[in-house]
Every structure is written in structure tokens, then in C-alpha cells.
């Protein structure tokens, strides 16, 4: 068991040092920084000092050991254009982003994973093909058209919820829904095909033939054995969580770090987004490395395997 | 006993009612004392499109159209504009006179007593600081202000604490005008040297009638009004901004009761807000151009008759229609009506829509049908990408090859780039407030080698145009450097555009004629609030 989770980090390690790479170069393809601070142009003898205030005059190989240097003394860089630590830029707005998609994340799995079981149970009638409709369409509509959807009818025209921010708590109402839609519609569909695969395995017949209730059957036997791949989906969810609550927080106005991440890139500020990139390349390693985890618990075959 | 018993239940029942109406007086006195301070009390939340232009902040420096519209509350200068005049009238404010010295030397004197809103008091030392740090670009940072307005601003001069003389390198005809731009407010030295440039940026003190409360960068600011301010105080207790990018989010945050005002409401989204009761709309063609920057300098466009014939082939009422719904404005010349008279000249035409002679003068002109990339930003301006693909068939019309090049960022070597979108907004009330910030030799097009006239009489009269102190002689030359500019084609104007602002209905606000666009004006006499 051990040797399996050392084995996991290590490799959760590298994935994320392979991210740092990629975002520290491919930041670096995007041009010069100063061209967008400064669009109106700088004196050349203005613009080698600001290089070499930021560390850009540098060649690239050495501004990456000096910032992974700096990132193992815990400094992860002041914003090109704020001048402030990164660290302190996204410790202020990560909150909101985190509660959003903490409330999103538990809506999909409370309403994804009986939607699943409706469709898979209830296949053949009416509520099984209405459920998995509605899956359909979370799935296949974009964010932003849910959320303009929503914000016209509940907002414009009904005048039952807000709009923008996150006041109060009927402020999390519809952005929560519109991050919400995409994911519990996935979590419903795996659920409902992984369900359908382990009802269909011989050990279903062989519980049903011992007599057992059909609750027992199906809550203890099929929903368990059908876990795995939606736990896979669980953890994948997380990714898409923070990728989605980027345009959910625009057009919600929600105060989270979608607004800085997207400026980071748009004005090649870079220490605000290689610190971005880290961060939630290191959110979905974590949330893979506890998925693995978790196989190991609800399937014992992989902690022998492994 | 029994007299003293009666007596009491005698006088019970007047007690109770003496009691009853000394309860209700004190009632009354307590709703009215908190009722009328919770009628009074009030407050206007405003949604906003953009917050700043990716470097947040609100010192005085910031030169964005987003971040001037919560400078004005918080900002004063040592002279102050009055918003709507014609002609344009200046009025004391930090300073209490003024008077030129020398040609090139302004005395003034300071009002005593100032409060910034930290509770220090301005002194001359605070307008030393606050204008010789911008004028002598001591950072980076203040290019864009020290370039745009100040360029002939050489330095402060603190004579004693209540007395300043502001030099500049040549007489200057604009001196009043730029000094009450708000990038010539004034903040307290003290407090930028306690906490050091990036906060003070972050959580500015001035010398206006709102102070900050707090400002979370790319979110929300938050305004109260500043008790010690030195004028009359301000309407309003509290102003909350609120960065609101999403114009269907900020059309509903208004009709759903969450905000009280919004603006940058582009024609095709005024549907819903008309004929509502309790939303007002006001629109408004700002006093701005916008424009195509057209390299003099390119191998391809350095062909005047080309540029000439891209300039006389573009059909600017028809885009007018069918962007703006008829909304927008088209232009005769490079001019507004905000200038006011003199200097405004409603008989000038230099603008003209021709395509037959745009076609022959791509003939005459040797084009070898050499692809001419129009390169923009796609969410630069509204309707920037719309307008790129109609102006591009208009050119093919008239035998130009172009080519549309999208792009997220200008390049800072513009070598490569042969046209490109840009706006000229009026920054203040004269002819220059939107040419000499936009085209002079301090700009980035002359700097970077993008415009250069090639008429020899250019420079002289641009020197009129900008220094001159005879109204008359600035007047005539700006006409003949307006038909200039015209024949040179350096740049080509598109239209004025047209937007809506949306409030409560009974709120009562206009826009201030006499300041850049989209500055918000909410001191006393700019704004009331109904309820």
C-alpha cells in the first residue's frame, strides 16, 4: 500500500514539474510583457532597466532555476503589474472561487449520482428517459448560455435571485446551478452506465438468486461495484470545476480569481500566471492522487495489484 | 387611605394616557430622528464595465477611460473645471488664485486648511510631490500621463507653505485646462512616503469629496463622503462600484434593484430598458473619434494616393446605420462640438466619402495589389470587429487587397504593422485635448516612426495650433492643419460612437460636457437621488 501511494506522489510530483515547464515557456513564446504594460512604448535605456528589475533580461534557462530557486524559498513571484506577491493577489480572491465550486461540486454529486441511478433503474420508463434528457442537456449547452438563460428568467424577468456578486447566500443560486449543470449531467451519465454494465454481471444474478432484498442488491452490490469509474469522473470534475467558474465568474460579476487569471494571460503577467498554472495543475494532481486513494479503498483488487 | 387609593385610581387612567403620549412622542422623535437619517441616507451603486486596464489602481497617473470614471469623486485639483459651461469656466479649488509671473511661470496660492482624506493637511510640499513625481517621470508609470498632458510641464516650485509657482519649459496656452485634469490631482505626500507607491495607488488619499473605504482590485470600490472636504459636500453618503464586465449581468443587476446606475449601453442592447418605468436611459455621442492609424512609413500604406483613397472610399454613414443605428455621429473633421466657440468650426468639412475618385486614385497611385493588412484587436472597441470587415469590403470595392489580421496585442515594434484601430478622445474642452494628446511628437504614432507628416509646412503650424496665445491665430491654424491631415491620411476617421447610460428614474444626472468620456461626476449639483 505504501509502495503504491510513494509510487503515486512521485508521479503527481513530476506531473506538476512538467506543468511548471511547459507554462514557464510557453509564457515566455507569448512576446515581451513590457509591450503590453507599456503600449505606448519606453526609452530603450527605461525599458533594459524594467527588464532587469523583473529578471527578463536574463536568458530562459536561467530565469527558470532562478525562479524555481525562488519557489523552493517560498516566493512565488511579485505581479509585473501590481507589483504585490502573487501568493497575496490570489490568497484574496481564491476564496470565493473555492466556495463556488465547493457549492457546484456538491450540488452535481447530490443531484448526478440518483439522476444516474433513475436513468439506469428506471431505463425503460418515462422518469428514466426525462432524467437523462435533462442530463443531456447540462451536458451539451455551454456555461454562459445557462447562465444568460438563467439570469433572464429568475433575474430580468422575475426578480427572485441576484445577479452579480456573492453578498449573500441567494447570490450563490445561479452561478452554483450554471457551474453545477455541466458536471452533474457527467456524474449522471457514468453513474447510469456503470450501473447498467454491473447490473448486467453474473454476482447480480447470484445475489438476486440468494434471496436478498432488492435495495441490498442494488445499494450494496451494484452501486459499489459501479463506483469506481465515477469516482474517476469525481476527481476529473475538480478540473473542470475551476476551468468553468472562469466564465461563470464573469458573467455572474463573481468576485473569485477567474478575472486575475484571465488578465495574467491577456497581459502577460507572469508570475501571475505561472503561479495560476502551478496551483491548479497541483489542485488536479492532488485530487487524482486522492482518487487513487480512494480505488484502493473501495476496490481491495488494486491494493493487491499495486 | 382610601382618599389616597381613590386618588391614585383616579388618576390612573391619566396616567396611562400621559404615559401613552410621552411613549408616542418619544417614538415619534426616535422615527423621526432615524427615519429621516434613514431617508437621508444615501447611497448609489454603480455597475461598471471595466475596472481598470489590467493594472488596477486609482492615483492620479491612471489615464484609462476606465479607471477615470471613480477618479473624479476622489480626486481634487488645484483648479477645477465647471462640468457642463460653455465656454469652458475654471474655478478655484485647491488653489485660490493664480496669476502668471513670468511667460513661463504661473504663481499660485494654496487654500489653507485642506484635509486629505487621511486627516492631514495639503501644504505645498503635498503639490510638489504629487505633480514633480508625473512631470519628471520619476517612474515608468507616469508616461502615459507625463506624455499625453504634460510634456511642457517642467517642475513645481514651492515658494512657501501656502504658495506654489508651476514652471514650464515654453508658454503654455493650455496651463489652466491641463491643471485641472485629473491626473493633476493632488494626494498627500506623507502618506506615500508612510506606505509607498503600490499601496497608495491601491488605496489613494486625495483631497475630494468621496474617500476610499475599501477597493478590492478588479472587483468593487467602495466610497463614503469625506466630511472635511474643503467645498461643498457631497450628495451622496456612499457611492459602491461594482465591476460588472457582462452587459446582460449589468442590464439585469439594473432592472433586478442591485445596482442603481450602469453605463457602456452599446445601441442594440437599449431594448429592454425602454419604456420601463423605473429605469431612465440616457444616451450619449461622445465626444471621441474612432479612428485607423495608417503607417505613413510602411512600404505599402507610405503610398499616399493609397492612403488617400482607403481615407475617401469608406461609406462612414453607412456604417453609422448599420452598426449604430443611426446613433452614432459622422464626422466632418477631426473636431467636437464640445470645444465650444471659438475654436469649434460646425462649417469645416474635411472628411468626404468619394469611391470613384477613390478608385482613381488607387490607379494614379502605382498599387501593385500588395496585400494591405488591417490588423485590430477583436473586443478593442464596440463594434471594432463589425467595422473591420465592412471598411474591408469598401477597399475591395476600389481595387484594394486586404487582408484582416486579428491579433490579441499590439507589438511594441509597430514596423510590421500597416493599420490599426485607435480612439481619439476629447481628454479636455479645446481643439488639442484631442489632437496634441494623440498626434503630437509625444505620442507613440511620431515616436515610433508610424505618423509623419510629409508637408513642410506641418510642424510650423501644428506650433500655432498648440502654443499660440491669439485665439485667432490657433484657430486658422488648426484648419489648415486639419485639410493637411486630411491630405496626408495619416489617419482616417471612422465616427463618434454612441452609448447609453441607464439609472433609477428618479435619479437625476447628466453628462459633463467639459470632462474626458466617461469620467462620472457625482459632487454636489452633479447628481440627485430621488429616494
Redesign the interface.
Given at each position: 500500500m505504501l509502495k503504491f501511494i510513494g509510487w503515486r506522489f512521485g508521479r503527481a510530483l513530476l506531473t506538476v514539474f512538467a506543468v511548471l515547464v511547459a507554462v514557464f515557456l510557453a509564457a515566455r513564446l507569448t512576446g515581451n510583457p513590457l509591450d503590453v504594460m507599456y503600449p505606448d512604448g519606453l526609452p530603450p535605456d527605461q525599458e533594459q532597466r524594467l527588464l532587469v528589475q523583473y529578471g527578463l533580461d536574463k536568458t530562459v534557462p536561467e530565469q527558470f532555476v532562478n525562479y524555481v530557486r525562488d519557489l523552493f524559498q517560498g516566493n512565488f513571484g511579485i505581479s509585473l503589474r501590481e507589483k504585490r506577491p502573487v501568493a497575496d493577489m490570489y490568497a484574496e480572491d481564491i476564496g470565493a472561487t473555492l466556495k463556488l465550486a465547493g457549492c457546484s461540486f456538491l450540488l452535481s454529486v447530490i443531484f448526478g449520482i440518483p439522476m444516474g441511478m433513475i436513468g439506469a433503474l428506471k431505463r425503460r420508463t418515462g422518469a428514466g428517459r426525462l432524467v437523462m434528457s435533462v442530463a443531456f442537456l447540462g451536458y451539451a449547452v455551454p456555461h454562459f448560455i445557462i447562465a444568460l438563460s438563467l439570469i433572464l428568467i429568475f433575474g430580468f424577468y422575475l426578480h427572485w435571485l441576484p445577479s452579480t456578486g456573492n453578498a449573500t447566500i441567494w447570490h450563490y443560486i445561479l452561478p452554483t446551478i450554471t457551474l453545477a449543470a455541466h458536471r452533474f449531467a457527467s456524474i449522471a451519465r457514468h453513474t447510469r452506465s456503470s450501473l447498467l454494465d454491473v447490473l448486467s454481471q453474473d454476482f447480480m444474478r447470484t445475489a438476486r438468486a440468494k434471496g436478498l432484498e432488492e435495495r441490498v442488491v442494488i445499494f450494496k452490490h451494484a452501486m459499489r461495484n459501479s463506483l469506481i469509474p465515477v469516482v474517476t469522473i469525481l476527481g476529473l470534475q475538480i478540473a473542470g470545476l475551476i476551468n468553468g467558474s472562469i466564465i461563470v465568474e464573469t458573467v455572474f460579476s463573481w468576485p473569485g480569481i477567474g478575472r486575475l487569471f484571465v488578465g495574467a494571460v491577456m497581459k502577460r503577467d507572469f508570475p501571475v500566471l505561472q503561479f495560476g498554472v502551478i496551483c491548479f495543475a497541483a489542485i488536479v494532481v492532488l485530487v487524482n492522487f486522492m482518487v487513487d486513494i480512494l480505488y484502493v479503498i473501495i476496490d481491495p483488487r488494486i491494493r493487491t495489484e499495486a | 387611605m382610601g382618599a389616597k387609593k381613590m386618588y391614585r385610581k383616579r388618576m390612573r387612567p391619566c396616567n396611562l394616557v400621559r404615559s401613552t403620549v410621552f411613549a408616542l412622542m418619544i417614538l415619534g422623535l426616535i422615527v423621526g430622528v432615524f427615519g429621516t437619517a434613514v431617508a437621508q441616507a444615501k447611497e448609489l451603486r454603480v455597475?461598471l464595465q471595466s475596472f481598470d486596464d489590467?493594472?488596477?489602481g486609482l492615483d492620479t497617473y491612471h489615464t484609462t477611460n476606465a479607471q477615470t470614471q471613480m477618479q473624479n469623486s476622489i480626486h481634487e485639483c488645484l483648479i477645477e473645471r465647471e462640468p457642463y459651461s460653455q465656454p469652458l469656466k475654471f474655478m478655484p479649488a485647491l488653489a485660490t488664485s493664480w496669476k502668471m509671473i513670468q511667460p513661463t511661470v504661473m504663481e499660485m496660492k494654496l487654500r489653507k486648511g485642506v484635509k486629505f482624506h487621511d486627516g492631514s493637511t495639503m501644504n505645498a510640499e503635498d503639490v510638489a510631490f504629487s505633480l514633480n513625481r508625473i512631470w519628471q517621470r520619476t517612474r515608468?508609470a507616469y508616461?502615459?500621463a507625463q506624455?499625453r498632458f504634460f510634456y511642457n510641464f517642467d517642475k513645481v516650485e514651492v515658494v512657501d507653505s501656502l504658495t506654489v509657482r508651476i514652471h514650464t519649459k515654453r508658454p503654455e496656452p493650455l496651463i489652466e485646462v491641463l491643471l485641472s485634469d485629473k491626473c493633476a490631482g493632488i494626494v498627500s505626500k506623507e502618506y506615500h512616503d508612510k506606505v509607498g507607491?503600490?499601496k497608495a495607488d491601491l488605496a489613494p488619499v486625495g483631497a475630494g469629496p468621496y474617500k476610499v473605504v475599501s477597493f478590492?482590485?478588479?472587483?468593487?470600490l467602495v466610497l463614503e463622503r469625506f466630511n472635511d472636504y474643503w467645498g461643498e459636500k457631497a450628495p451622496l453618503d456612499k457611492i459602491t462600484f461594482?465591476?460588472?464586465?457582462?452587459i446582460?449581468?449589468?442590464?439585469?443587476?439594473l432592472?433586478?434593484?442591485?445596482?442603481d446606475f450602469i453605463g457602456n449601453i452599446p445601441p442594440d442592447q437599449e431594448g429592454?430598458l425602454q419604456n420601463r418605468k423605473d429605469v431612465k436611459l440616457l444616451g450619449v455621442v461622445w465626444p471621441m473619434f474612432h479612428v485607423y492609424a495608417v503607417s505613413m512609413t510602411h512600404p505599402v500604406t507610405g503610398n499616399k494616393k493609397l492612403r488617400q483613397a482607403m481615407n475617401l472610399s469608406i461609406n462612414r454613414e453607412l456604417l453609422v446605420k448599420g452598426l449604430w443605428q443611426g446613433k452614432g455621429l459622422v464626422p466632418k473633421a477631426h473636431q467636437f462640438k464640445e470645444y465650444g466657440a471659438p475654436l469649434y468650426m460646425p462649417e469645416l468639412v474635411t472628411v468626404k466619402y468619394d469611391p470613384e475618385k477613390a478608385k482613381q486614385l488607387v490607379k494614379e497611385s502605382g498599387y501593385n495589389g500588395a496585400p494591405v493588412v488591417l490588423t485590430f484587436l477583436p473586443h478593442y472597441y464596440t463594434y471594432g470587429s463589425l467595422a473591420a470587415q465592412a471598411i474591408a469590403e469598401m477597399w475591395q470595392k476600389v481595387g484594394i487587397n486586404v487582408k484582416l489580421q486579428s491579433i490579441?496585442?499590439?507589438?511594441?515594434d509597430m514596423k510590421e504593422i500597416m493599420i490599426r484601430p485607435w480612439s481619439n478622445p476629447m481628454y479636455y474642452p479645446d481643439p488639442m485635448g484631442a489632437y496634441d494628446t494623440h498626434w503630437s511628437k509625444a505620442?507613440?504614432p511620431y515616436?515610433?516612426n508610424f505618423f509623419k507628416p510629409e508637408n513642410p509646412k506641418w510642424d510650423a503650424l501644428y506650433e500655432k495650433a498648440r502654443f499660440s496665445t491669439d485665439v485667432k491665430e490657433r484657430k486658422q491654424s488648426y484648419t489648415e492643419l486639419l485639410q493637411i491631415a486630411q491630405d496626408e491620411s495619416g489617419y482616417i476617421l471612422l465616427y463618434q460612437p454612441y452609448e447609453s447610460f441607464a439609472m433609477r428614474s428618479d435619479i437625476e444626472w447628466k453628462v459633463p460636457t467639459n470632462m474626458r468620456p466617461y469620467a462620472l461626476t457625482f459632487r454636489a449639483g452633479q447628481i440627485k437621488v430621488g429616494k
Amino acid at each position: 500500500m505504501l509502495k503504491f501511494i510513494g509510487w503515486r506522489f512521485g508521479r503527481a510530483l513530476l506531473t506538476v514539474f512538467a506543468v511548471l515547464v511547459a507554462v514557464f515557456l510557453a509564457a515566455r513564446l507569448t512576446g515581451n510583457p513590457l509591450d503590453v504594460m507599456y503600449p505606448d512604448g519606453l526609452p530603450p535605456d527605461q525599458e533594459q532597466r524594467l527588464l532587469v528589475q523583473y529578471g527578463l533580461d536574463k536568458t530562459v534557462p536561467e530565469q527558470f532555476v532562478n525562479y524555481v530557486r525562488d519557489l523552493f524559498q517560498g516566493n512565488f513571484g511579485i505581479s509585473l503589474r501590481e507589483k504585490r506577491p502573487v501568493a497575496d493577489m490570489y490568497a484574496e480572491d481564491i476564496g470565493a472561487t473555492l466556495k463556488l465550486a465547493g457549492c457546484s461540486f456538491l450540488l452535481s454529486v447530490i443531484f448526478g449520482i440518483p439522476m444516474g441511478m433513475i436513468g439506469a433503474l428506471k431505463r425503460r420508463t418515462g422518469a428514466g428517459r426525462l432524467v437523462m434528457s435533462v442530463a443531456f442537456l447540462g451536458y451539451a449547452v455551454p456555461h454562459f448560455i445557462i447562465a444568460l438563460s438563467l439570469i433572464l428568467i429568475f433575474g430580468f424577468y422575475l426578480h427572485w435571485l441576484p445577479s452579480t456578486g456573492n453578498a449573500t447566500i441567494w447570490h450563490y443560486i445561479l452561478p452554483t446551478i450554471t457551474l453545477a449543470a455541466h458536471r452533474f449531467a457527467s456524474i449522471a451519465r457514468h453513474t447510469r452506465s456503470s450501473l447498467l454494465d454491473v447490473l448486467s454481471q453474473d454476482f447480480m444474478r447470484t445475489a438476486r438468486a440468494k434471496g436478498l432484498e432488492e435495495r441490498v442488491v442494488i445499494f450494496k452490490h451494484a452501486m459499489r461495484n459501479s463506483l469506481i469509474p465515477v469516482v474517476t469522473i469525481l476527481g476529473l470534475q475538480i478540473a473542470g470545476l475551476i476551468n468553468g467558474s472562469i466564465i461563470v465568474e464573469t458573467v455572474f460579476s463573481w468576485p473569485g480569481i477567474g478575472r486575475l487569471f484571465v488578465g495574467a494571460v491577456m497581459k502577460r503577467d507572469f508570475p501571475v500566471l505561472q503561479f495560476g498554472v502551478i496551483c491548479f495543475a497541483a489542485i488536479v494532481v492532488l485530487v487524482n492522487f486522492m482518487v487513487d486513494i480512494l480505488y484502493v479503498i473501495i476496490d481491495p483488487r488494486i491494493r493487491t495489484e499495486a | 387611605m382610601g382618599a389616597k387609593k381613590m386618588y391614585r385610581k383616579r388618576m390612573r387612567p391619566c396616567n396611562l394616557v400621559r404615559s401613552t403620549v410621552f411613549a408616542l412622542m418619544i417614538l415619534g422623535l426616535i422615527v423621526g430622528v432615524f427615519g429621516t437619517a434613514v431617508a437621508q441616507a444615501k447611497e448609489l451603486r454603480v455597475g461598471l464595465q471595466s475596472f481598470d486596464d489590467g493594472t488596477p489602481g486609482l492615483d492620479t497617473y491612471h489615464t484609462t477611460n476606465a479607471q477615470t470614471q471613480m477618479q473624479n469623486s476622489i480626486h481634487e485639483c488645484l483648479i477645477e473645471r465647471e462640468p457642463y459651461s460653455q465656454p469652458l469656466k475654471f474655478m478655484p479649488a485647491l488653489a485660490t488664485s493664480w496669476k502668471m509671473i513670468q511667460p513661463t511661470v504661473m504663481e499660485m496660492k494654496l487654500r489653507k486648511g485642506v484635509k486629505f482624506h487621511d486627516g492631514s493637511t495639503m501644504n505645498a510640499e503635498d503639490v510638489a510631490f504629487s505633480l514633480n513625481r508625473i512631470w519628471q517621470r520619476t517612474r515608468p508609470a507616469y508616461d502615459g500621463a507625463q506624455g499625453r498632458f504634460f510634456y511642457n510641464f517642467d517642475k513645481v516650485e514651492v515658494v512657501d507653505s501656502l504658495t506654489v509657482r508651476i514652471h514650464t519649459k515654453r508658454p503654455e496656452p493650455l496651463i489652466e485646462v491641463l491643471l485641472s485634469d485629473k491626473c493633476a490631482g493632488i494626494v498627500s505626500k506623507e502618506y506615500h512616503d508612510k506606505v509607498g507607491f503600490e499601496k497608495a495607488d491601491l488605496a489613494p488619499v486625495g483631497a475630494g469629496p468621496y474617500k476610499v473605504v475599501s477597493f478590492k482590485a478588479r472587483h468593487q470600490l467602495v466610497l463614503e463622503r469625506f466630511n472635511d472636504y474643503w467645498g461643498e459636500k457631497a450628495p451622496l453618503d456612499k457611492i459602491t462600484f461594482t465591476h460588472i464586465p457582462e452587459i446582460s449581468s449589468r442590464i439585469t443587476a439594473l432592472v433586478n434593484g442591485e445596482v442603481d446606475f450602469i453605463g457602456n449601453i452599446p445601441p442594440d442592447q437599449e431594448g429592454p430598458l425602454q419604456n420601463r418605468k423605473d429605469v431612465k436611459l440616457l444616451g450619449v455621442v461622445w465626444p471621441m473619434f474612432h479612428v485607423y492609424a495608417v503607417s505613413m512609413t510602411h512600404p505599402v500604406t507610405g503610398n499616399k494616393k493609397l492612403r488617400q483613397a482607403m481615407n475617401l472610399s469608406i461609406n462612414r454613414e453607412l456604417l453609422v446605420k448599420g452598426l449604430w443605428q443611426g446613433k452614432g455621429l459622422v464626422p466632418k473633421a477631426h473636431q467636437f462640438k464640445e470645444y465650444g466657440a471659438p475654436l469649434y468650426m460646425p462649417e469645416l468639412v474635411t472628411v468626404k466619402y468619394d469611391p470613384e475618385k477613390a478608385k482613381q486614385l488607387v490607379k494614379e497611385s502605382g498599387y501593385n495589389g500588395a496585400p494591405v493588412v488591417l490588423t485590430f484587436l477583436p473586443h478593442y472597441y464596440t463594434y471594432g470587429s463589425l467595422a473591420a470587415q465592412a471598411i474591408a469590403e469598401m477597399w475591395q470595392k476600389v481595387g484594394i487587397n486586404v487582408k484582416l489580421q486579428s491579433i490579441d496585442n499590439f507589438p511594441s515594434d509597430m514596423k510590421e504593422i500597416m493599420i490599426r484601430p485607435w480612439s481619439n478622445p476629447m481628454y479636455y474642452p479645446d481643439p488639442m485635448g484631442a489632437y496634441d494628446t494623440h498626434w503630437s511628437k509625444a505620442g507613440w504614432p511620431y515616436r515610433r516612426n508610424f505618423f509623419k507628416p510629409e508637408n513642410p509646412k506641418w510642424d510650423a503650424l501644428y506650433e500655432k495650433a498648440r502654443f499660440s496665445t491669439d485665439v485667432k491665430e490657433r484657430k486658422q491654424s488648426y484648419t489648415e492643419l486639419l485639410q493637411i491631415a486630411q491630405d496626408e491620411s495619416g489617419y482616417i476617421l471612422l465616427y463618434q460612437p454612441y452609448e447609453s447610460f441607464a439609472m433609477r428614474s428618479d435619479i437625476e444626472w447628466k453628462v459633463p460636457t467639459n470632462m474626458r468620456p466617461y469620467a462620472l461626476t457625482f459632487r454636489a449639483g452633479q447628481i440627485k437621488v430621488g429616494k
